[in-house]
């Protein structure tokens, strides 16, 4: 059979439709109840009739990215966990108001169409969707020849979710008295990876395949560990007890994402002794001479996310939180003050 014009050029729609295929089990398993319809439609359907239940259902949506991680999944060769960085991104944004994620969509934009890698990115963001409660609604795959590299890709997406408007959770619940508790990260989650691969692969020049002891892994395989997806366990913690604001921590750090969930009139007062960071934090202060300030405005520092919420709720969040896998600890306390976040004290160890 000869090739068509569309395929002599670069882009290859029989390619697009065996990835179709081959990701079409691992995005269903994905659906909730009420997705109407399958893969392969113009739109995405989603059953609304579901929200009768709210007294004043409020829809949240968030969008990101992976950013330059997925340079290391390309390099690595290696394409089922990319997912999870997107789909962490997305509703980890979304739940700190108290948003049931409800749906996600997705962008796959790639230099060659390769159905394998293709259905292996997918599966990821499936199978993170199912673990945050969220359906993989739609998404899109293109193939970008001449402006993308054969092996090279990028993906985006969109989340939407819903929340009673009474239940909403923000800075005008936040009072002194309250405390932060801090959710164990999983490592470097999605945020820092130019100042990472600049520091560790350009300048110290470390290789992937590099086994480091402080690691206990290679590098390959510390960079690429996946974002925590926190999702249906800080939901599960807000649907029993009192939650007062919620910080998603990725790009600016601990300090100045969770100053974005405070009111005006507190400060927060975080413990740095509370914690140990995990060796990668201090692989990359070392070898690229950063500063304190300048690694806690980027990294997250090990504490992936921070619940503000009354002393009075703290047993009962870290119960459930231990139940779910989430290590915790309380790292702060909320004063009265500016709004600012004041970090003190050394780390742990």
């Known amino acids: 059979m000869s090739q068509s014009a569309y395929a002599k050029a670069g882009v290859d729609i029989e390619a697009g439709d065996r990835a179709v295929k081959l990701m079409s089990a691992a995005v269903k398993a994905s659906h909730r109840p009420e997705v109407i319809g399958g893969i392969g439609g113009f739109a995405g359907l989603f059953d609304a009739s579901a929200f009768r239940s709210y007294r004043r259902p409020v829809l949240a949506t968030s969008t990101d990215g992976v950013g330059p991680k997925v340079a290391i999944a390309q390099a690595r060769d290696k394409h089922d966990t990319i997912g999870w960085d997107l789909v962490g991104m997305l509703v980890d944004d979304l739940v ?3 948003a049931e994620p409800l749906f996600v969509t997705d962008y796959i934009a790639c230099g060659t169409l390769v159905p394998e890698r293709i259905a292996a990115i997918v599966s990821g963001i499936a ?3 199912s673990a945050a409660g ?4 739609g998404g899109e795959t293109a193939e970008h020849p001449g402006l993308l590299a054969a092996d090279e890709y990028d993906l985006a997406g969109a989340t939407t979710g819903v929340v009673e408007a009474d239940e909403m959770l923000g800075p005008d619940r936040v009072v002194p008295g309250d405390v932060v508790l801090a959710l164990a990260s999983s490592g470097l989650h999605s945020n820092g990876y130019s100042l990472v691969r600049n520091v560790l692969l350009a300048r110290a020049g470390l290789q992937l395949d590099e086994y480091l002891p402080e690691l206990g892994r290679t590098l390959g ?3 690429l560990e996946p974002t925590r997806v926190y999702a249906s366990d ?4 807000v649907r029993t007890t009192e939650v007062h604001s919620m910080s998603h921590i990725t790009g600016g750090g601990l300090a100045n ?3 974005r969930v405070l009111p005006a009139t507190v400060t927060a007062r975080l413990d740095r002794a509370t914690w140990s960071p995990a060796p990668i934090f201090g692989l990359v202060q070392r070898h690229g001479e950063v500063s304190q300030p300048d690694l806690e405005a980027t990294l997250n520092m090990g504490v992936g ?3 503000v919420l009354p002393e009075t709720s703290v047993d009962e969040a870290q119960r459930i939180l231990t139940e779910r896998g989430v290590g915790s600890w309380v790292c702060g306390e909320i004063h009265h003050g500016d709004g600012s976040v004041r970090l003190d004290g050394v780390h742990a160890g």
């Open 234 to 237: 800080v939901l599960a913690v």
């Open 257 to 259: 994402n969770l100053a």
């Open 96 to 98: 700190v108001v108290g």
């Open 305 to 307: 996310m921070a619940l």
């Open 221 to 223: 395989e510390e960079l």
């Open 127 to 129: 199978a993170a969707c």
């Open 134 to 137: 969220a359906a993989l609604l």
